[in-house]
């Protein structure tokens, strides 16, 4: 099985460095379509999808690799190898903010930099740590999705993209819904329960934290705790109702994007 085939590689534009998009849980790499096309002069862009979400190819699925992130960290590094041009900036949305960490730390020379758009490092709440949910509260949320996949989607894909974008909200649960359902359960608890704080410390690459002023998904105080722990990082806070910035808010996540590309002089 090719690397191209497993996770629908698709690559775009010849400049002299690489730009990488990975989306978020249960989207494809048609989320970054209002944002990347504006780098094609100046970057080379490489898109994919997470194995077993959008076009990747669901038979390469093995919930034993895919039980931690790190199979997926793993994924990304093939990709890195085969399609990229000196080390990457790596811009992964939720749970792809920290796929793309745990890659970095295991090869910290492939990446020049990491964009992550509205990540979590754990979003159970423990203790001083505020991670937008209890306990209780996840375990509701991954019941719900083994009785009625239907029903927790419909449910949460409106509140995953905010109150003012019916549009867009319908756009995502069109995709969630064309998600195999096993499969998305499983990454469902692989995400909800991942707590990677501990790995914060061992991230040694640039990184800018890219968050919403009103996200259900990640709270403010999980950027404000992402910012205190990653060593040289940013905190730029987007004024947008969301979890999908580059969707709902792309101008303004362009334009933050683009102005860190610019301070890397990458």
Known sequence: MSIQYR????????????????HGYGCDQQMWRFIYPSLLGRYRVVLLDLVGSGGSDLSAYDRDKYSTLHGHAEDILDVIDLYAK????????????????????????KFRAQIMVGPSA??????????????????????????????WVKRMAPAIMGAPHPILSKELLARFQRNDPEIARHFARVTFTADHRADLAKSTVPALILQCSDD?????????????????????????????????????????IDRFLQQLGC
Do not use: K, W
């Open 86 to 109: 000196a080390p990457v900036v790596f811009v992964g949305h939720s749970v792809s903010a920290m796929i793309g960490m745990l890659a970095s730390i295991m090869s910290p020379e």
């Open 7 to 22: 996770n629908n590689v698709h690559c775009h534009g010849d400049g002299p460095a690489t730009v990488m998009f990975v």
């Open 122 to 151: 754990s979003y159970i709440n423990d203790g001083d740590y505020v991670g937008g949910y209890n306990p209780e509260d996840i375990d509701g949320l991954l019941q719900l999705m083994e009785v009625d996949y239907d029903g």
């Open 216 to 256: 259900l998904i990640a709270p403010r105080e999980v950027g404000e705790y992402l910012h205190a722990h990653l060593a040289n990082s940013q905190l730029a806070v987007i004024d947008n109702i969301g979890h999908c910035p580059h969707l709902s808010a792309p101008s303004a996540s362009f334009e933050r």
